[in-house]
């Protein structure tokens, strides 16, 4: 896909912008998209139907709004910033499938806003709480089935990589659980107002309806990935002893678990990290 700025949607932007008196506040994360290429794949990416339930987060002035509300989704937009209300009653007036609400996505009540057995999340998020944002939604359980979103490059790629490289991590493991993600494709600064410092990248995430590995304990499973990643260069045995094992017991649990002690947390698949919490499991 051609990603050219389209000069127009940033004329029209910075038209709205003036016509209200908006100053783009930083500290919101407000990087406006003013690519119409960008707009239509991240609507493509999120493969709707008509009539498909959305949640956007951030609809700033409006620009993804429209994109999602024209594929005939029924959208539920939620807008930090009270300055952009009346920008939306305005952007947004020709659409009747459009709720805008006025909150924090991450305090508001998410399920009494938007009462569907399922739905789809679309944003381009505010990047200052990208990763809370995804992970509240999926520690959850919200019912939601896909999960489009535009983050910073260096986050998707964390996202989808796997073990062994510098990008595998606790954040890798956690959205691999909960889903099936894909970097969808690529985005300059410059297809924004103002350009952000860094490259973006849009992300879909399909929510798996089981999980891929078997735990005895999801609580004990992120435990253990947390401490084999709490200091990246340790051993196994050593992350293990610092997450709470003594010597009997880390020789004990990965023995079980049929895991080399040396390895290091980065190494591990899901699977091993799940060997590892059903062993420590089995412990108790
Ligand atoms: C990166 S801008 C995206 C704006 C618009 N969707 C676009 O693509 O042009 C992020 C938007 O999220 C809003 N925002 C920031 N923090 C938020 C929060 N905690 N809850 C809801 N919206 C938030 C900002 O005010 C801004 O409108």
Known sequence: MGIKPCIAQKDVTLHILKTFGIHMSKRL?????????????IVAAAKLTPGDAVLEIGP??????????????????????????DVLAKTLAGYDNVKVIHGDILKIDISREINQEKYKVVANLPYYITTPIIMK????????????TMVQKEVAERMVAVPGGKDYGALSVAVQYYTQPEIMFLVPPRSF??????????????????????VASEKMFFRVVKAAFAQRRKTLANSLKAGGLDKDEIIQVLEQAGIDGRRRGEQLSLAEFAAIANAWTNLK
């Open 60 to 85: 700033g002035i409006g620009t993804l709004t429209q994109g999602l509300a024209e594929a005939g989704a029924a959208v539920t937009a939620i807008e930090l910033d009270r300055r952009l209300l």
């Open 137 to 148: 939604f999926l520690e959850d359980r919200l019912p939601i089935d896909i999960l489009v």
């Open 29 to 41: 994360g407000q990087n406006f998209l003013i690519d119409s290429n960008v707009v239509a794949g």
């Open 193 to 214: 107002i103002p350009a952000p410092a860094v490259e973006s990248a849009v992300i879909r995430c399909t929510v798996r309806s089981e999980p891929p590995i078997q």
